[in-house]
């Protein structure tokens, strides 16, 4: 268990339709990073937040949305789903925007929209 | 950040060291090497990072080259159980993302 809880685990929903997934960063970490990795992508960075706001943004659709919560807790919500964001959604967690010492990471939503 | 290049894939037979490269021969001298695993599915697992000095602690050991421009991560007995994704990434201590290449494809075979 790396700390970093992701829920669910499995979630398999229609195109067009709205999800939300969950994570609660390791105790103590400030930031949350989201990654989606397909099939053929690999690893892509999202978005991260530190301490409730968000601090740096990647490839991320304007379908896509996060955010962070006063308990630190994070949430990416997904909406108007294709069948190309069926993917492996990864948190993870640091102490500091900028950790030296890396990152953790939890062990995925597997979302497959059908 | 720097870029990266590793090779796609290597074997390395049970209980024997397996050296895994990496090239970044762009790296700035604020810039640390880290070295991320992920085995089918799961999360990336950090290994080990260093700046230039060689770094080992209980999963690896990490060698720099003097001028900075490669590294190699060193597994010393691999086990089946090592058999994942190895990836090598170049960042600032104080950036916010890691950007991951497409690694290297360890299988530990019997």
């Known amino acids: 268990d790396s700390g970093v809880t992701q829920t669910p685990k499995h979630l398999i929903t229609a195109t067009g339709q709205r999800v939300t997934l969950r994570c609660s960063p390791r105790s103590g970490d400030l930031s949350v990073y989201w990654y989606q990795q397909s099939l053929d992508q690999g690893l892509q960075f999202l978005i991260q937040y530190y301490n409730g706001e968000e601090r740096a943004k990647g490839n991320i659709l304007e379908r896509f949305s996060a955010q962070q919560f006063p308990d630190l807790h994070s949430e990416l919500n997904l909406s108007s789903l294709e069948l190309g964001d069926s993917a492996l959604y990864f948190c993870a967690s640091s102490f500091q925007g900028g950790s030296n010492y890396g990152y953790t990471f939890g062990s995925g939503t597997r979302l497959t929209v059908v | 950040d720097a870029k990266t290049t590793q090779p796609p894939s290597m074997d390395c037979a049970e209980g024997r060291a397996a050296n895994l490269p990496c090239n970044h021969s762009t790296i700035s001298g604020n810039e640390y090497v880290y070295w991320y695993r992920q085995i089918h599915s799961q999360g990336p697992q950090y290994i080990i990072h260093?700046?230039?000095n060689n770094e080992t602690n209980e999963m690896a050991s990490l060698i720099i080259t003097e001028d900075r421009k490669s590294s190699t991560l060193i597994l010393p007995h691999a086990t089946l159980r090592d058999t994942a994704v190895y990836y090598c990434?170049?960042?600032?201590?104080?950036?916010?993302?890691?950007?991951f290449g497409e690694g290297t494809q360890l299988t530990v075979n019997p």
């Open positions: 990434i170049v960042r600032v201590a104080s950036g916010s993302r890691l950007t």
């Open positions: 260093g700046l230039k």
